[in-house]
């Protein structure tokens, strides 16, 4: 059994042990049976595109007693041997003969031709470093890098060596199972050391005690570390202080300090076993096939095939060339969120109201178009302003389908329960997307209808309810003041807004055909003085609250005015002369703030008209 596994590991050409060499010279010259390890001249681009989870399944199941039964001796006799090299003197050659055994007997043969081994001086607390493709010390070399540090190694034990050699093989065989590292790709763990080095470093310990002592100084750090060395010392090692190395960290290159910390092992079996062992029941495709998603630091994995359902999603990824994707730091955190349950489900978070989705189930009054506004309920989510931001991941990141989603979502809702301004501030804020400009152009104008599901055999006053843009500025409703600092902020919604109310006026909105605009919001926000939601004036009525004009109804025929109430309106004034003149106060301080908000879209003429009209009102008496 023995001898079949001596035989097994040492028969390649570029790994035999070469035993006829006993030089105890450390400088002496490589051997010709091993000097592919040393070809910086050699190329190799394997990439076997798996995900670092199924990378650490498939070495750990390759590593299990059931299909690697003979792996404990083979380990054992490298381990032997390299005790032997050690007594002849051929520490520094070591490494270089026993990295094909290792190759074999650990890493199912993957990292072959893959890696250029050199030894060199570095910092003393380093046990080595693993570059990844290209960016080695070595301009010449084009792959993987594996760099040991000969100020350690001078003093080490042979089976430090293979403990170090192994460690930077774990590194090596991520870089090959999953490609090379990439500058925003850190996190993804291939030159770190997280729970997935873990696991495959646990797993290659457990074996090594399998029938020998275990190799203990495999480890995340390495027990020679801290060392520093100087002649005058006699070359014995002293221990310095450990530092932050974080500061000092390149992203192309692993880090292997002697004061790594470690894992648990429960927090590295409740990892596995979590993401790695479920994937040993998939199809081929789905283990190797993931994309990951970059939101800041942290990585998020998602099934390839999950990806693919959303063809603009899909072709980022492939016109990228690449498996790894950076989502734009102006994403919130909650979209990204919603982003990945929409992915997963096709839907997010919070859900489409009961009526809109019984309203679509029972095929009546379904509400086609933008929410009518309707005032707080108590409610802490904000549906609209979640569709918003999801729909912005178009612009950001080109996800189209999320857009086309979100804007689905915001024509079925019928009622605004939150903030609407908040809505409207999300969408003109940044760069507008037009499509969301037009939805929001849609919402300003928008009027309830007695045909709306949310109103049918609900609310029979519905007709009576002004548009939402009449809300925004009506002191009826908590919006005016915000509305207008709004629109003055921003030019593009301020020219929406004019739109509006000129589509407003255009369907004869109040009764009043052709009213311009700016009479429009002038007598909109006289009438808001009293506590009205439109302007009495506009429908030829006396002053009045909302409570004394029962019998009108909203969208503003003069002729379905109750006269008998009108007569007790007027008498009602009379007695209030009082309050009336309070509220002629009130409305001249809202005309001059129109005036300021209107005065560049007025023509001389229609202005002096404006002013003859404020005037004659001004001097009547109410």
């Not at 007693?65 to 380990?75: H, I, M, V």
């Not at 807004?497 to 052709?514: D, I, N, Q, T, Y």
């Not at 030829?540 to 003069?558: M, N």
Request: charged residues 25%.
């Amino acid at each position: 059994m023995h001898s079949r596994c001596c035989l097994d590991l040492y028969s390649s050409d570029d790994s035999s042990w070469d035993l006829c060499q006993s030089s105890a010279d450390w400088d002496r010259s490589p051997s010709a049976r091993n000097s592919r390890l040393r070809d910086p001249h050699i190329r190799c681009d394997r990439n076997l595109g798996w995900s670092i989870d199924w990378a650490v399944a498939y070495l750990v199941a390759f590593l299990d007693g059931k299909n690697s039964p003979d792996a404990p001796d083979r380990l054992k006799a490298i381990r032997k041997r390299a005790t032997e090299f050690q007594h002849d003197g051929l520490l520094r050659e070591l490494p270089y003969r026993i990295f094909n055994g290792l190759n074999e007997t650990l890493f199912a043969g993957k990292l072959k031709g893959a890696v250029f081994l050199s030894i060199d001086s570095l910092e003393s607390d380093v046990s080595g470093a693993t570059y990844t493709h290209s960016k080695g010390p070595n301009a010449d070399v084009k792959r993987i890098s594996i760099v040991l540090n000969s100020d350690v190694l001078k003093y080490a034990e042979a089976r430090d060596i293979v403990a170090i050699l192994i460690h930077h093989m774990i590194h090596a065989y991520f870089l090959v199972a999953c490609g090379p590292q990439e500058e925003e790709e850190v996190a993804y763990g291939r030159l770190g050391h997280g729970v997935p080095f873990g696991k495959i470093l646990t797993a290659i310990k457990k074996l090594s005690k399998t029938n020998s002592r275990e190799l203990t100084p495999l480890g995340f750090g390495h027990e020679l570390g801290g060392l520093r060395y100087a002649p005058d010392e006699y070359n014995y090692p002293r221990k310095r202080q450990a530092k932050d190395h974080q500061d000092d960290d390149a992203w192309y290159c692993s880090h292997c300090h002697c004061d790594v910390e470690e894992i648990p092992n429960a927090e590295i079996d409740k990892w596995f076993n979590k993401v790695c062992k479920p994937l040993y029941d998939q199809p081929e495709s789905v283990r190797s096939a993931e994309v990951q998603f970059l939101f800041g630091k942290k990585p998020t994995l998602v099934d390839s095939m999950i990806v693919d359902k959303y063809y603009s999603v899909s072709c980022i990824f492939d016109k990228a060339k690449t498996r790894f994707l950076k989502i734009h730091k102006d994403v919130p955190e909650s979209t990204f969120m919603r982003f990945l349950e929409f992915l997963h489900t096709g839907s997010y978070s919070p859900d489409l109201p009961a009526s809109s989705i019984l309203a679509a189930v029972i095929g009546i009054g379904a509400r086609k178009g933008p929410p009518i506004i309707q005032g707080s309920c108590g409610t802490t989510e904000s549906p609209t302003l979640a569709d918003v931001q999801f729909a912005k991941l178009d612009a950001l990141m080109g996800f189209k389908e999320c857009k086309a989603y979100a804007l689905e979502r915001m024509n079925t809702y019928g009622l605004m329960n939150e903030d609407p301004l908040a809505v409207l501030k999300e969408i003109y804020r940044g760069e507008i997307d037009q499509d969301l400009r037009a939805w929001a152009r849609k919402f300003l104008i928008q009027t309830p209808s007695s045909a709306s599901f949310e109103y049918l055999g609900l609310n029979t006053e519905s007709a009576k309810e002004p548009p939402n843009l009449i809300k925004l500025l009506s002191d009826r409703w908590p919006y005016r003041a915000r509305f207008l600092e709004a629109v003055e902020g921003n030019g593009v919604l301020e020219g929406d807004m004019w739109r509006a109310l000129e589509e407003l006026c255009a369907k004869s909105w109040g009764g009043v055909p052709g009213l311009t605009a700016s009479n429009a919001i002038l007598t909109s926000l006289r009438a808001s003085a009293y506590g009205n939601g439109y302007s009495p004036d506009t429908l030829g009525l006396s002053l009045a609250r909302p409570h004394e004009t029962r019998g009108l109804t909203w969208p503003g025929s003069c002729q379905e005015v109750n006269i008998d109430v009108l007569e007790r309106e007027r008498r009602e004034l009379e007695r209030e002369k009082q309050k009336a003149r309070e509220a002629q106060d009130e409305a001249r301080a809202i005309v001059a703030s129109a005036e300021r908000l209107i005065a560049n879209n007025l023509s001389r003429s229609l202005r002096g008209e404006w002013d003859r009209r404020r005037n004659t009102e001004c001097d009547s008496d109410y």
